[in-house]
């Protein structure tokens, strides 16, 4: 089983306080969607996401309800529970998924612009919006370790950045458990999704992941982070290869839920 790292050097809550308060002050807050300065922060909201009340308000315009099974939205007289048109035929590896909102208008923007070099700090950010939403959720999840959706290694040489991991890395450090980087390999190069329809994504991605050996995953609630979720095909393929290597479950975290049909 993965444990988590002792915080044997984490500064005490008066000393975090006083570094954000410092560093506030040298660099004033701006919000990471459209860079507007933000107000300054009210007690007991330390923890509000970085956007400005316009930009957060159109982030979490495509919330509403959704499918527990799947994140895709439904109306908001259906059980969550039960699993909606999109996924009632799927027999998804995954458990459940927790989302942001749909991959529409301010929120497909920003994962967009995530998706460029040196956009860690908007990625951050959604990942602290999302948290807000969904963190309480994702607690009661009892995760174990968080694994991101790892890039083929050729990618790397042009897309440095990779938002599932920045991603991973704020959730882990909110639920306090391991980012296991190191669980989970891309072996094969594959065709970008975007452009395939949604029977060749599923074949695009077969046998493309594979757990590492040393993974030490046995019983773990694994949470596994990525951007976009369209048709789950990615998730799926992920989590299969997590339960073969030990894993308990797999709930899969997303910051939007794509509109994609299969």
Same mark, same amino acid.
């Given at each position: 089983?993965?444990?988590?790292?002792? %915080?044997?050097?984490?500064?005490?809550?008066?000393?975090?306080?006083?570094?954000?308060?410092?560093?506030?002050?040298?660099?004033?807050?701006?919000?990471?969607?459209?860079?507007?300065?933000?107000?300054?922060?009210?007690? @007991?909201?330390?923890?509000?996401?970085?956007?400005?009340?316009?930009?957060?308000?159109?982030?979490?315009?495509?919330?509403?309800?959704?499918?527990?099974?799947?994140?895709? #939205?439904?109306?908001?007289?259906?059980?969550? %529970?039960?699993?909606? #048109?999109?996924?009632? %035929?799927? %027999?998804?590896?995954?458990?459940?998924?927790?989302?942001?909102?749909?991959?529409?208008?301010?929120?497909?923007?920003?994962?967009?612009? #995530?998706?460029?070099?040196?956009?860690?700090?908007?990625?951050?950010?959604?990942?602290?919006?999302?948290?807000?939403?969904?963190?309480?959720?994702?607690?009661?999840?009892?995760?174990?370790?968080?694994?991101?959706?790892?890039?083929?290694?050729?990618?790397?040489?042009?897309?440095?950045?990779?938002?599932?991991?920045?991603?991973?890395?704020?959730?882990?450090?909110?639920?306090?458990?391991?980012?296991?980087?190191?669980?989970?390999?891309?072996?094969?190069?594959?065709?970008?999704?975007?452009?395939?329809?949604?029977?060749?994504?599923?074949?695009?991605?077969?046998?493309?992941?594979?757990?590492?050996?040393?993974?030490?995953?046995? @019983?773990?609630?694994?949470?596994?982070?990525?951007?976009?979720?369209?048709?789950?095909?990615?998730?799926?393929?992920?989590?299969?290869?997590?339960?073969?290597?030990?894993?308990?479950?797999?709930?899969?975290?997303?910051?939007?839920?794509?509109?994609?049909?299969?």
């Amino acid at each position: 089983m993965i444990r988590s790292p002792k %915080n044997r050097w984490r500064l005490p809550a008066w000393a975090r306080a006083f570094a954000r308060g410092a560093a506030d002050f040298v660099y004033p807050p701006a919000c990471r969607l459209c860079t507007a300065d933000l107000a300054e922060r009210e007690p @007991g909201c330390a923890d509000r996401a970085p956007f400005c009340d316009s930009c957060r308000a159109e982030l979490l315009a495509t919330r509403g309800p959704a499918c527990v099974k799947c994140g895709a #939205s439904i109306g908001p007289y259906l059980d969550p %529970n039960v699993p909606c #048109s999109f996924c009632r %035929n799927e %027999n998804y590896a995954f458990e459940r998924v927790y989302r942001l909102g749909v991959y529409d208008t301010a929120l497909r923007t920003a994962c967009l612009r #995530s998706k460029s070099s040196g956009a860690e700090p908007l990625t951050a950010g959604l990942a602290d919006l999302m948290w807000e939403c969904e963190g309480a959720e994702l607690s009661e999840a009892r995760i174990d370790v968080v694994a991101p959706v790892p890039h083929h290694w050729f990618r790397r040489f042009y897309s440095p950045h990779n938002p599932a991991a920045t991603l991973g890395a704020a959730w882990a450090g909110r639920l306090k458990v391991p980012q296991a980087t190191h669980i989970l390999r891309k072996c094969r190069w594959t065709r970008p999704q975007a452009r395939l329809l949604p029977y060749e994504r599923r074949q695009n991605l077969r046998n493309a992941f594979q757990a590492l050996p040393a993974a030490g995953l046995s @019983g773990a609630v694994v949470l596994l982070a990525d951007d976009v979720m369209t048709t789950g095909a990615t998730a799926h393929e992920i989590s299969k290869v997590l339960l073969q290597a030990g894993a308990a479950r797999v709930v899969v975290g997303v910051i939007a839920r794509g509109l994609g049909r299969r």
